[in-house]
T-cell receptor, first 112, second 114 residues
Framework: LAKTTQPISMDSYEGQEVNITCSHN???????ITWYQQFPSQGPRFIIQ???TKVTNEVASLFIPADRKSSTLSLPRVSLSDTAVYYC?????????????FGQGTELSVKP | SQTIHQWPATLVQPVGSPLSLECTVE??????LYWYRQAAGRGLQLLFY??????ISSEVPQNLSASRPQDRQFILSSKKLLLSDSGFYLC?????????????FGQGTRLTVV
């Protein structure tokens, strides 16, 4: 399984764009890159998934360079409610034998 | 729509007592089911996963076991709890019908072994 490395913590202010970068140097050909968000005392929630290039949904964007050895989750105009832990995961699709393996995540703190 | 139910929300159990946590999923069939544990701080540890009734894969050797007696029911058990079993237990499900990495988590059970 590909190992992921992401910052332990980040601080931001309301209204700013936040970019969290994840390194996954040994990503395999069939691996997907996925980001989850977790609030205290709740289960993680899926944010976005990508394979290559850029993916955007109503919540975030995911930028993946051509070599796929890293990825960046971009949260536009964060608010206080975006304070949470963000996990970067790399692995096969779940219906192809993949399992969600969570690392330590990045604790994002959004300040007023 | 699909929903996942996990109970109880909190539990305090003495060392050496048994444990049974139940998770049920509604609104889907033949889901993949997972049990995770999150100790103090971050990092979720995958404990068990199941792709069908009676099919359980264990990720780490431990004091726990899992069973899937029905398609949408996943049970986490222990015969004798240890202090180290304390943590936040999360059940999750995913569909086997789509090629994605999205799983849906329950609200979790906070277990304190005393």
């Amino acid at each position: 399984l590909a190992k992921t490395t992401q910052p332990i913590s980040m601080d931001s202010y309301e209204g700013q764009e936040v970019n969290i970068t994840c390194s996954h140097n040994n990503i395999a050909t069939n691996d997907y890159i996925t980001w989850y968000q977790q609030f205290p005392s709740q289960g993680p929630r899926f944010i976005i998934q990508g394979y290559k290039t850029k993916v955007t949904n109503e919540v975030a964007s995911l930028f993946i360079p051509a070599d796929r050895k890293s990825s960046t989750l971009s949260l536009p105009r964060v608010s206080l409610s975006d304070t949470a832990v963000y996990y970067c995961l790399v692995g096969l699709a779940l219906n192809q034998g993949g399992k969600l393996i969570f690392g330590q995540g990045t604790e994002l703190s959004v300040k007023p | 729509s699909q929903t996942i139910h996990q109970w109880p929300a909190t539990l305090v159990q003495p060392v050496g007592s048994p444990l049974s946590l139940e998770c049920t999923v509604e609104g889907t069939s033949n889901p993949n089911l997972y049990w995770y544990r999150q100790a103090a701080g971050r990092g979720l540890q995958l404990l068990f996963y199941s792709v069908g009734i009676g099919q359980i894969s264990s990720e780490v050797p431990q004091n726990l076991s899992a069973s899937r007696p029905q398609d949408r029911q996943f049970i986490l058990s222990s015969k004798k709890l240890l202090l180290s079993d304390s943590g936040f237990y999360l059940c999750a499900w995913s569909t086997g019908a789509m090629t994605n990495t999205e799983a849906f988590f329950g609200q979790g059970t906070r277990l304190t072994v005393v």
